[in-house]
């Protein structure tokens, strides 16, 4: 189960951090990622990060976001800066196996509810 929060209203510039708190699997040994859905767009992969720490980022996000995981807390976070309108979408956290598939296209098998990012200009 994922657990995603953080989300709300800001205007263009201003930071956020998403939150994402993992239970019922082995938290340690899965790779973690965001995604994100815009009103009427598909869903698109946003950052991720490896059981090892080696992370991803979607180039759109490149040098803004930063997504990191405390394993003691089994938490995965998204650190996002410079937020631009843009940037407005749910954004949904996700979990699979280390050992299956990538980082970008997953596959992956849990998701949360996710948590809606509003970034006002």
């Known amino acids: 189960q994922l657990q995603a929060s953080g989300g709300g209203l800001v205007q263009a510039g201003d930071s956020l951090r998403l939150s994402c708190a993992a239970s019922?699997?082995?938290?340690?040994?899965?790779?973690m990622a965001w995604f994100r859905q815009a009103p009427g767009k598909k869903r698109e992969f946003v950052a991720a990060?490896?059981?090892?720490?080696?992370?991803s980022y979607a180039d759109s996000v490149k040098g803004r976001h930063t997504i990191s995981r405390d394993n003691a807390k089994n938490t995965v976070y998204l650190h996002m800066n410079s937020l631009k309108p843009e940037d407005t979408a749910v954004y949904y956290c996700a979990a699979k196996s280390s050992l299956l598939g990538s980082l970008h296209e997953g596959p992956y098998n849990y998701w949360g509810q996710g948590t809606l990012v509003t970034v006002s200009s």
């Open positions: 990060v490896r059981w090892s720490g080696d992370t």
């Open positions: 019922g699997f082995t938290f340690g040994r899965s790779d």
